[in-house]
């Protein structure tokens, strides 16, 4: 994966990968040609062992995402071709599975399928002036990842009055529903927490750190016994490495750990 392309900047540094939506002119819409280069950002993330966490933002200060490229969807629709950029298939990035950290950077609008991005990622920092929403029936469209999976997390009344009046809430409503974890006042602040953040991701065994977001993810809908089931073998293959002796270890040497499974 080279460092950049036209609509996605990529770089990795200190073991933390920094993936930019790259189309400030146009408030980060989500192309096919920036979906494509976003899995593939997603795909390298994914692969490199040495990289331990994600840290997705916005180009331009101005937007995360405003979602899919309507003019781009105009244009396709002229054409008889319908499909949208963040459907299954072709250069889509919804159905990739990554159990890594992400963390969402935002600043300025995430709606619509940027909000979806945002969702896909496991936390969520935004600046104070962000705003979120999901506007797709304004426009006589249906949500897609965001429809699914924003009542489960957030409460269910609060997931409907966005979905069905299409309209946006700013930073600190969202902060107060659990949709972000934090709101800080600026740009800087907002890489300078996430940053921070990733740290402290950085802290964990990477091995014991996945396969909680495995038994999170693949069990949060299912009763409790069995998601345990789902943990058994993701467990198992936590405690066979050898960070599993290297932790408590460290803890009763009373010294840093040092992980050897990426």
């Known amino acids: 994966?080279?460092?950049?392309?036209?609509?996605?900047?990529?770089?990795?540094?200190?073991?933390?990968?920094?993936?930019?939506?790259?189309?400030?002119?146009?408030?980060?819409?989500?192309?096919?040609?920036?979906?494509?280069?976003?899995?593939?950002?997603?795909?390298?993330?994914?692969?490199?062992?040495?990289?331990?966490?994600?840290?997705?933002?916005?180009?331009?200060?101005?937007?995360?995402?405003?979602?899919?490229?309507?003019?781009?969807?105009?244009?396709?629709?002229?054409?008889?071709?319908?499909?949208?950029?963040?459907?299954?298939?072709?250069?889509?990035?919804?159905?990739?599975?990554?159990?890594?950290?992400?963390?969402?950077?935002?600043?300025?609008?995430?709606?619509?399928?940027?909000?979806?991005?945002?969702?896909?990622?496991?936390?969520?920092?935004?600046t104070a002036k962000s705003e979120f929403g999901l506007p797709e029936p304004r426009w006589s469209l249906t949500a897609g990842y965001g429809l699914h999976n924003l009542s489960r997390m957030i409460p269910l009344g609060e997931a409907l009055s966005m979905q069905l009046r299409g309209h946006r809430i700013n930073a600190e409503r969202a902060y107060q529903i659990g949709l972000i974890q934090e709101v800080v006042p600026d740009r800087e602040t907002l890489f300078e927490r996430a940053e921070a953040y990733a740290e402290e991701v950085k802290l964990c065994a990477p091995l014991a750190v996945q396969a909680i977001k495995q038994i999170v993810y693949y069990g949060r809908n299912l009763p409790v016994e069995y998601s345990q089931k789902i943990a058994g073998p993701l467990n198992a293959w936590v405690q066979a490495s050898p960070d599993s002796v290297e932790g408590p270890k460290a803890f009763s040497e009373k010294r840093a750990p040092v992980w050897q499974s990426g």
């Open 1 to 126: 994966m080279p460092v950049s392309t036209p609509t996605i900047k990529y770089e990795k540094r200190n073991r933390i990968a920094y993936i930019t939506l790259n189309r400030p002119e146009v408030l980060n819409a989500l192309s096919r040609e920036l979906s494509a280069g976003l899995r593939e950002a997603l795909e390298d993330f994914r692969d490199d062992k040495d990289a331990l966490v994600a840290i997705m933002t916005g180009e331009g200060g101005r937007a995360f995402s405003a979602g899919m490229d309507l003019k781009e969807r105009a244009s396709l629709d002229a054409k008889g071709e319908r499909r949208s950029p963040t459907r299954r298939g072709g250069g889509s990035f919804i159905d990739l599975e990554v159990f890594k950290p992400i963390i969402a950077a935002i600043d300025g609008f995430c709606v619509a399928g940027g909000l979806e991005l945002s969702l896909q990622c496991d936390m969520r920092i935004a």
